[in-house]
C-alpha cells in the first residue's frame, strides 16, 4: 500500500464524513476539503502519529464566498514528491478556525502572519500577537502601549515594556545593530552573563510582494521573484516556475534543467561562501573573512561570465532558460570550478585544525533531532541535527533526479554551531560536484533550451506547490490560479521564515558573547 493510502485510511477513521471531498494533483500531491471544527484533530494525526511536516499554513480570499484556509503538509523526507493540501472553506460571516499550534508548533508563525494580511483568525492561538506590525497597532506607537498575554502555562512571556530588575537585565539586539544586518529585533533577557529568556520581532512592515504577484502576468512574476531575496533569487525563481509549470503541466527540455542546476549550486556555493566570511567576522576570525569572500569572488565572476550579471542573472523563464552555456564558456566554467574546489578544501582545513574557532562553535546553540523535527527546521540547519530533509531530493526538480545527477546528501549529528559549519563547508564540495556534472551533460547533449508557454486558460490544475532548495533551505512557493493571465493568488514561505523561529531555543542557557554566532549560524535573512 503505498504511504498516501495509510495516510488516507487514518484520517477517514479519525474525520469520518468531516473529511468532505478527496482529489488528486499532478504526480504524488493530493487536495482534501475538511470541516473547520476538525484540523486540530487532523493536525495531531499528521504530524504525530504520521509524521508529516506542516509546512506552511496559507489564507485565499475567495471574494464573496469567504476564505480558504488550506493547510500545507508533507511528507516527501517517508514518500518522494508526496504532498497532502487540507482545505477548509471559511464563510464571509464566520471567519475563525481553531490555531493548530499547540499541535504542531512549526504553524505558529503561518498563522501570524495570516491574521495580519487577512481578516481570518486563528482562535486559542497560544501568542497571537504581530509578527510584522508593530505589537501595539493598531494604536500609536507612541502611546507605549503593547499587548500583553501569558502562555497557558502561567509563565509570563518577555514584554516590550519590561522593566529590569536586580537579578535580570533586558538587552536589545536590533533592529539596527551591529550584530544584524536585517530589520529583526530580539530582546534578550540575561542574569550576569546568562540568557534565560528571548523574544523575537522580525520586523515592523511587510514589503507585499505576494501581493504584488496578484497584479502582474505569470512571466512578468518571474523578475518579482527574483528580487525577494538577492542572494537565492535564481532559487526563487526556480521555486516560482515549479509552482507554474506544475500549474500548466508543461515540462522543460533536459538542457534547461541542466542550466537551472548549474545556476543553483553556483548560487549555493556563494551563499554558504558569504555565510562563511559573516560567520568568521562574528567570532572575531577576521582572515577567514577575507579568505573566504576572495573564493567568493570567484563564484561571481562565473556568473557575470555566463549571465553578464554578478549577482541578477534572470537566466529563468517559464518553459526554460534565457541564454546557453555552451562552448568556451563550459570549459572555462569548469576549469575555475576545479580550482575553486582546492580552495574550499582549504578553508575546511583552516577551520577544522583551527583551535580558537572549534572552541567559538563547538556546544553552543545546540538544537537536537526531535526538536529539529517538531519546531519545522528546514537546510543546513535541519541537516545538521542528523535530519536527512533536503528538496532536491525528496522532491526533486530540474536536473537532481538520479536519472540526471547522483550526488549525496551531507548531514551531521552534532546539532550546534559547529555541525552547522561543517554541513555547508561539505556541501560546497557536492554543489561543485554537481555542477561539473551538469557541464558535462552540457558539453555532449544537444537540444533547445525553453519550451512554449502554456496558455493560462488552459493550465491542467488550478493550483500548485512549487518547491526548491534554497541554500537555507525548503523554499515554497503556492499559486492558484482563475484561468486569467495573473495569479489569483501567490503565498511564499522562505526557510528564514521557518528557522529564524529557532532562535530563542538556541539561545536560551547561553552567554551574551555566543549570540551573534548562534543567530548567525541559521544564516539568518
Request: aromatic share 8%.
Amino acid at each position: 500500500m503505498a504511504y498516501y493510502q495509510e495516510i488516507l485510511t487514518g484520517l477517514r477513521q479519525r474525520l469520518g464524513t468531516d473529511l468532505v471531498s478527496e482529489s488528486r494533483l499532478n504526480a504524488n500531491m493530493f487536495v482534501l476539503l475538511a470541516n473547520r471544527e476538525r484540523v486540530r484533530e487532523a493536525a495531531e494525526y499528521l504530524t504525530k502519529e504520521a509524521q508529516g511536516r506542516l509546512i506552511h499554513v496559507s489564507t485565499i480570499d475567495r471574494g464573496i464566498d469567504g476564505y480558504e484556509v488550506v493547510y500545507h503538509y508533507a511528507f516527501d523526507h517517508i514518500e518522494r514528491f508526496l504532498h497532502l493540501n487540507i482545505k477548509v472553506p471559511l464563510s464571509s460571516d464566520i471567519l475563525e478556525v481553531e490555531s493548530v499550534a499547540e499541535e504542531a508548533p512549526q504553524s505558529s508563525w503561518s498563522e501570524r502572519e495570516m491574521m495580519e494580511l487577512t481578516p481570518v483568525r486563528f482562535t486559542g492561538h497560544p501568542d497571537p500577537r504581530h509578527l510584522w506590525l508593530p505589537y501595539e497597532w493598531p494604536r500609536a506607537v507612541e502611546s507605549g502601549e503593547c499587548e500583553h498575554y501569558v502562555d497557558k502555562t502561567g509563565e509570563p512571556k518577555a514584554q516590550m515594556n519590561s522593566q529590569p530588575n536586580a537579578e535580570a537585565s533586558l538587552v536589545p539586539l536590533g533592529p539596527y545593530h551591529p550584530l544584524l544586518i536585517e530589520g529583526a529585533y530580539f530582546r534578550v533577557k540575561v542574569k550576569g552573563e546568562e540568557i534565560t529568556e528571548v523574544d523575537v520581532k522580525l520586523g515592523w512592515n511587510h514589503r507585499g510582494i505576494m501581493k504584488l504577484f496578484e497584479g502582474r502576468s505569470y512571466s512578468r512574476g518571474v523578475f518579482l521573484a527574483e528580487r525577494i531575496c538577492g542572494i537565492c533569487n535564481v532559487t526563487h525563481t526556480t521555486a516560482y516556475l515549479n509552482a507554474i509549470e506544475s500549474l500548466s503541466g508543461l515540462e522543460i527540455p533536459s538542457r534547461a534543467r541542466y542550466i537551472r542546476t548549474l545556476m543553483a549550486e553556483l548560487e549555493r556555493i556563494h551563499s554558504h561562501l558569504l555565510w562563511l566570511g559573516v560567520a568568521g567576522d562574528l567570532v572575531g576570525f577576521r582572515t577567514l573573512f577575507m579568505l573566504s569572500w576572495k573564493v567568493r569572488e570567484e563564484v561571481l565572476e562565473i556568473f557575470e561570465s555566463l549571465t553578464g550579471s554578478r549577482r541578477a542573472p534572470a537566466m529563468n523563464l517559464i518553459g526554460g532558460v534565457r541564454k546557453d552555456v555552451t562552448g568556451e564558456n563550459i570549459t572555462k566554467t569548469a576549469r575555475r570550478l576545479k580550482h575553486m574546489e582546492t580552495e574550499v578544501q582549504k578553508l575546511i582545513d583552516v577551520i577544522y585544525n583551527h583551535p580558537v574557532a572549534r572552541r567559538r562553535l563547538q556546544d553552543i546553540g545546540r538544537l537536537d533531532l526531535a526538536t529539529a523535527k517538531e519546531r519545522g527546521a528546514v537546510g543546513p540547519t535541519a541537516r545538521a541535527s542528523g535530519w536527512k530533509l533536503d528538496v532536491r531530493w525528496s522532491s526533486p526538480y530540474a536536473a537532481y533526479g538520479p536519472e540526471y545527477t547522483t550526488w549525496d546528501i551531507i548531514t551531521d549529528s552534532g546539532g550546534d554551531v559547529w555541525s552547522r559549519t561543517i554541513v555547508r563547508l561539505r556541501e560546497m564540495l557536492i554543489s561543485i560536484n554537481i555542477a561539473m556534472q551538469c557541464l558535462e551533460r552540457l558539453r555532449h547533449e544537444g537540444g533547445p533550451i525553453s519550451t512554449e508557454p502554456v496558455d493560462p486558460k488552459d493550465f491542467k490544475f488550478s493550483e500548485a506547490l512549487g518547491l526548491a532548495e534554497a541554500p537555507r533551505g525548503e523554499l515554497m512557493y503556492y499559486v492558484v490560479s482563475d484561468g486569467s493571465n495573473v495569479p489569483h493568488s501567490v503565498r511564499v514561505r522562505t526557510p528564514s521564515f521557518r528557522n529564524n523561529a529557532l532562535v530563542p531555543l538556541l539561545l536560551r542557557g547561553h552567554t551574551l558573547a555566543d549570540a551573534p554566532i548562534i543567530v548567525g549560524s541559521i544564516d539568518p535573512c
